[in-house]
């Protein structure tokens, strides 16, 4: 019963199931996400076919349902219509129960046609991956069973199954939009769970992705590690991928005397770096005008205060925007900044402005800010005039 292919100690059997799961973990997040779902990179035929055939046996997965579950996901990223947001599900249902909710959603026709577009149809997916989706895994069983004996491999196995449904529906799904840290703030809840993408396949750093998702590469920081962009610099040096967009890295030069349309390009080029700035400048002033307000104000809930000034607009309940309006009332410069961020968030979300209604909201704010008499605006806006093309 423990004899098979391969005979190992009982640490060589968790290696083996630890590399097999790795396996799987780079097919989803090289194939599945960033090639499929949102197209960040293009794959040759030979690693397309072999992370939908892995992917067929260790996960059982439909190349559509996933991508098309992903999109909406992004699409509807925190509201009702979220597939697995614990924001509004709650962290537990998403975290324990996160498989269930990806099964549910696949049921959803409307969703399969909406968002599962451009994915593998021919012969392979119509015949075999899509029709017998319990075969893939029954051949894995064998297999590993084979490999390594039958209790060691149905245990291999077992773990194999288990893993992209705790760590990807559960973890990725849950934690990524509840606990850990953010580099952008970005419109969702999204979080970086650690600085080394290793576990996961480099989805670890979720908040980098939510903030670009069309990125190939998802580390931001000098000190975060994406082994799913290692994997990918690897197969492109081969020749079997090609990357498409990558996270813009904000380029500086000399300060613009004028705010012209290349300023404005650039400037929403690089809006999360600008409101990633913004937050972290006035950090510092959000703090001593808090402090002024609770010498003033003693029965003012100025910590509550400081969560909604520094929350998206879009994340703040109607009993948090009533709250924070009554308490920047108490402070005409918070008034004043507060205002100016949602001016400036503005800037990108006019999708119906056009060009010259866009610069010239840019150069009236520019110059109110550099009037303003804060340091902090009058460097931001400085900053905004000497980025230059990616």
Not at 39 to 62: E, K, N
Not at 329 to 339: R, V
Request: with cysteine; aromatic share 10%.
């Amino acid at each position: 019963m423990f004899s098979g292919f391969f005979d190992l100690p009982w640490w060589g059997y968790v290696l083996c199931a630890l590399g097999l799961t790795h396996v799987t973990i780079a097919s989803v997040t090289i194939f599945l996400h960033r090639h499929q779902a949102h197209r960040a990179l293009d794959l040759h035929a030979i690693p397309s076919h072999f992370f939908r055939a892995w992917l067929w046996m260790s996960t059982g997965m439909v190349t559509k349902e996933w991508a098309a579950i992903h999109r909406k996901h992004h699409a509807k990223c925190e509201t009702e219509e979220d597939p697995h947001s614990p924001q509004v599900l709650g962290i537990k249902r998403v975290l324990f129960g996160g498989v269930m909710l990806y099964v549910k959603e696949t049921r959803n026709k409307e969703t399969m046609a909406r968002y599962g577009h451009g994915t593998p149809d021919d012969w392979l997916e119509k015949r075999i991956y899509s029709r017998h989706q319990k075969l893939g895994v029954a051949i894995m069983m064998l297999a590993d069973m084979a490999m390594f004996g039958i209790v060691p491999g149905l245990l291999v196995w077992l773990v194999q199954m288990a893993w992209i449904p705790f760590w990807a529906a559960g973890v990725i799904n849950g934690a990524g939009h509840y606990w850990g840290y953010r580099n952008f703030n970005c419109a969702d809840a999204s979080t970086n769970l650690l600085p080394w993408g290793i576990i996961i396949g480099g989805e670890e750093l979720h908040n980098n992705h939510h903030t670009y998702a069309t990125s190939a590469k998802l580390s931001a920081k000098w000190y975060e590690f994406d082994i799913g962009w290692m994997y990918i610099r690897i197969l492109e040096m081969l020749g079997l991928a090609t990357v498409k967009k990558t996270i813009p890295v904000p380029r500086i030069g000399v300060a613009r005397k004028v705010v012209d349309l290349d300023m404005l390009q650039h400037v929403i080029t690089h809006r999360y770096d600008v409101m990633t700035r913004y937050m972290k400048s006035l950090q510092q002033v959000y703090a001593d005008e808090l402090a002024a307000i609770r010498a003033r104000h003693v029965g003012l809930d100025v910590a509550r205060l400081r969560t909604s000034l520094l929350a998206d607009a879009q994340s703040l309940t109607t009993s948090a925007r009533e709250h924070l309006a009554e308490a920047l009332s108490h402070s005409p410069k918070l008034q004043q900044l507060h205002a100016m961020r949602e001016e400036l968030a503005a800037l990108w979300a006019r999708s119906s402005a056009s060009s010259e209604q866009l610069l010239k909201h840019l150069q009236d704010w520019c110059h109110r800010a550099e009037e303003s008499g804060i340091a902090q605006l009058r460097e931001l806006s400085l900053r905004m005039r000497s980025y230059a093309a990616v």
